[in-house]
């Protein structure tokens, strides 16, 4: 298998920091600002049980730019006040990483993110899983492609505002 | 020490340490709030719901089209098996081996034509015939035949492809226990049960099975903020309900002429003939309903898991005569505008949490919209009343036996 030089690698987990870290802070347009700029950009949020049924149901379909820009708006205008907030706390660790030439590198990481609601103030599991991700990597930085958010639960716990 | 809670506690209950009973208010439009969070209620009401006379949704026959296809799902905390045999016909099975009872399937879904316990082999066919049993000569009773022993069955019906259940044997014949709501159900699914399975959205609740049940699909216009900033109105509907306590609602949807909140508006976009766009429900008491909402059509399983949890399965289908890029279009919308990150259905959850975190506290829950008659169940629903739930909840009351409070 091709060698990844550790500048591209370096970037990418960059990347990945950058993404769990402006999620924690419920900075959408940060959130937004992790992925390419192209009308294919897409962000996706499934479970392990639909993917191996070969479901194409998913929780979140945000498949194109403007979808990822009406994420912002939902989080940041349609939902507030709505919902008894909590916080999230996202870890990562990448698992994988192909090169699939032209700049373009295929990543795979395991997540865990823990959730404290405000009314109980206590932390628990919210979810585990995987992000498969496409990347584009340029001389200056790395930006998502696509993200795709597949879940060990096939259940929800309560409900879900923030991306994962 | 004893504090407060454990005086009251202690008084309300008899000599022998019972629960206290459950006495009803008089007037139909107050709702005694402990009947969301004792447990011992929830106990009560497994018995006399969910395994008395009512039949209860399991899946659609589009869940598992092919041939050796099967789900495995509960009722309360009953395991089932679904099949579809190999001559095509749907079955419904008492999830454990006919031998010592260990649950047979342990996957949500797959597709098999032969079930093996794993205890002592005994292997079942997707008719539920017992077809191996691994014994020698002597092992079992001389008089010993297989065919006595088949996977035990729970009553089944199938309607518009809708798969339902019942433990009891005298629960009335499907046709009855759904009086006038059949062509309800249709109308849903957009003519008739030919549906093609696109997956779930799966999410429990931290809620009691009523909070669900009572809350759910009624109070899109009122709760939404979506539908508000959208500027996205109902036009005119109406409700049914029924003394069974089933309930439906039909109303016209009006889309704004321009979405400049979103930019891509195809989120609420309807495919189709104008007129042909309207929001459709229907629920089946005790727990489950489905609705048909743009493009979407989707049935929602619910199950009771205990008395503050309740897991729900929001299924969506496509039409079995659609083409690809329809089905794209309803995988597209369903999977962002409901369930439990959709745009209009978020909150739903929130709501059903504190209505249950709060459900502690004293007296009773108060239905106002649409009352007329505080001491009568009404008859006629406009499109968002609260009181579209009352006969419902006057069935709850009997079935549960609870007395109404003298005057």
Redesign the interface.
């Known amino acids: 298998m091709k060698q990844i030089c550790s500048d591209v690698l370096s970037k990418i987990d960059d990347l990945q920091t950058r993404y769990i870290a402006v999620i924690d802070a419920k900075d959408m347009e940060g959130w937004l600002s992790t992925f390419c700029q192209v009308a294919e950009a897409s962000y996706v949020?499934t479970?392990a049980?639909?993917l191996r049924?070969n479901?194409?149901?998913?929780?979140?379909?945000?498949?194109?730019y403007?979808?990822l820009?009406?994420r912002v708006?939902?989080v940041n205008?349609?939902?507030p006040?709505?919902?008894?907030d909590y916080a999230t706390r996202h870890f990562v660790q990448r698992t994988a990483c192909r090169d699939m030439g032209a700049g373009k590198y295929e990543v795979e990481s395991n997540f865990m993110v823990m959730t404290t609601p405000e009314?109980t103030g206590r932390s628990t599991l919210f979810a585990t899983g995987v992000y498969f991700d496409q990347v584009v990597v340029d001389k200056d930085q790395a930006l998502f492609l696509s993200k795709k958010v597949v879940t060990d639960s096939?259940?929800?716990?309560?409900?879900?505002?923030y991306p994962l | 020490m004893t504090n407060h809670a454990e005086i009251i506690a202690t008084e309300k209950q008899d000599a022998k340490g019972a629960n206290p009973p459950i006495i009803w208010p008089q007037k139909a439009n107050l709702l005694p709030k402990e009947i969301f969070v004792r447990p011992d209620v929830f106990e009560e009401e497994l018995a006399r719901i969910f395994y008395g006379k009512e039949w209860l949704m399991i899946a659609h026959e589009a869940e598992i089209p092919n041939i050796g296809d099967f789900k495995t799902t509960q009722v309360g905390r009953v395991p089932l098996l679904i099949t579809r045999d190999n001559d095509g016909e749907i079955n419904v099975y008492y999830n454990a081996c006919s031998h010592r009872g260990v649950q047979l399937e342990t996957a949500?879904?797959g597709n098999k034509l032969r079930f093996r316990c794993p205890y002592h082999s005994w292997l079942f066919n997707a008719k539920g015939d017992l077809i191996g049993c691994p014994n020698k000569p002597g092992d079992f009773p001389s008089d010993f035949d297989k065919s006595n022993y088949p996977l035990d069955r729970p009553r089944m019906a199938i309607v518009h492809g809708l798969i339902l259940v019942t433990f009891n044997p005298e629960t009335p014949p499907i046709e009855e226990y759904l009086e006038g709501y059949i062509d309800k159900i249709a109308q849903v699914f957009g003519g008739d049960g030919n549906l093609r399975?696109?997956?779930?959205?799966?999410?429990?609740?931290?809620a009691n099975w009523k909070t669900f049940h009572d809350n759910d699909t009624y109070h899109a216009g009122l709760?939404h903020?979506?539908f508000q900033?959208l500027n996205w109105s109902g036009g005119s509907g109406h409700q049914t309900a029924n003394a069974r306590g089933h309930r439906s609602y039909v109303g016209e949807v009006t889309l704004p002429e321009e979405v400049n909140?979103?930019?891509?508006p195809s989120?609420i976009e309807f495919k189709g003939e104008a007129s042909e766009c309207s929001s459709a429900s229907v629920r089946l008491f005790p727990i489950s309903g489905m609705t048909r909402h743009l493009n979407t059509i989707g049935i929602r399983f619910a199950n009771p898991i205990s008395v503050d949890e309740t897991?729900v399965h929001y299924t969506?289908f496509g039409r079995a005569e659609d083409d690809e890029e329809m089905?794209?279009h309803r995988?597209?919308q369903?999977?962002?505008l409901l369930?439990?990150?959709g745009?209009v259905s978020?909150?739903?959850?929130?709501v059903f949490?504190?209505l249950h975190?709060a459900g502690t506290t004293p007296g009773n829950a108060v239905f106002l919209k649409g009352v007329t008659d505080d001491h009568g169940i009404p008859e006629e629903f406009q499109q968002s009343d609260e009181a579209a739930n009352l006969p419902g909840w006057e069935h709850y009351r009997q079935t549960m036996g609870y007395p109404k409070e003298q005057s």
């Open positions: 949020y479970t049980e639909n049924a479901h194409a149901m998913a929780l979140v379909m945000d498949d194109n403007q979808r820009q009406d708006t939902i205008k349609v939902w006040g709505t919902y008894a009314e096939s259940v929800v716990e309560r409900f879900m505002a | 949500t879904s399975l696109l997956g779930a959205q799966k999410v429990v609740f931290h709760l903020t979506a900033m909140r979103l930019k891509d989120l897991e969506y089905i794209r995988v597209r369903a999977s962002n369930g439990p990150c745009m978020m909150e739903d959850a929130a949490h504190r975190t």
